[in-house]
């Protein structure tokens, strides 16, 4: 990977270092620094709310929720809605990316938790060359179709909750950690991948 004056990520480093600006220590010194202290900040992050559950754990908690709401509204339909058909089109759909991304975590051997600390190897391959985020956008398109199924107005809370748990906790606190650990990488890659989340 090379930057945009076609130097490598090893000679930036390697300038770096040469010119003091990692205060005449050595990269890796510098990174074991802060790597040390970094996890000891994600440790806090991770300890918060919305991190200590994963994403579809989080689905499951705000279809029950909307559910609820409806059956207490006695299920306040949306005008033109049920739409079965497209309900369970959506679903269907919906259930695509996330499985073929875990089975190409597995193939590949590396972590799915995205609460994980660290991963063994940087996915670019199968559904992360369409999108960034395929796990979370079938979260966000099932949540969606479940309420287009049910039909009633407090179940579409269900795939907005979806949305912005993931979008403003779950993926940045997983980008910083790509990033920190693919370095040149990882922007190489957001660089060229379409974006469907954040």
């Not at 994403?55 to 949306?78: D, N, Q, R, T």
């Not at 073929?100 to 190897?121: C, D, W, Y």
């Not at 391959?125 to 966000?140: A, D, E, F, I, Q």
Request: net charge positive; aromatic share 10%; hydrophobic share 45%.
């Amino acid at each position: 990977m090379t930057d945009k004056r076609g130097a490598t990520c090893a000679e930036f480093d390697a300038y770096r270092c040469r010119v003091g600006l990692y205060g005449g220590r050595t990269p890796i010194d510098r990174a074991v620094e802060l790597q040390s202290r970094r996890r000891e900040d994600d440790t806090d992050f991770a300890s918060a709310t919305m991190l200590k559950l994963a994403p579809p754990v989080w689905a499951l908690i705000y279809l029950l929720f909307a559910g609820a709401m409806s059956w207490l509204l006695g299920w306040p339909k949306v005008p033109r809605l049920p739409l079965a058909p497209l309900g369970i089109t959506l679903v269907a759909v919906a259930v695509i990316p996330p499985v073929s991304a875990v089975v190409l975590f597995r193939r590949e051997g590396t972590e799915i938790n995205p609460t994980s600390m660290t991963h063994r190897k940087l996915i670019t391959s199968g559904p992360y060359r369409l999108t960034r985020n395929p796990m979370y956008l079938g979260l966000v398109t099932l949540t969606l179709g479940i309420a287009a199924w049910v039909g009633t107005w407090p179940m579409f809370i269900a795939p907005i909750a979806v949305f912005a748990t993931t979008n403003w906790a779950h993926i940045p606190f997983e980008e910083a950690k790509m990033r920190r650990q693919f370095g040149c990488a990882y922007d190489g890659y957001v660089g060229g991948a379409p974006v469907a989340m954040r």
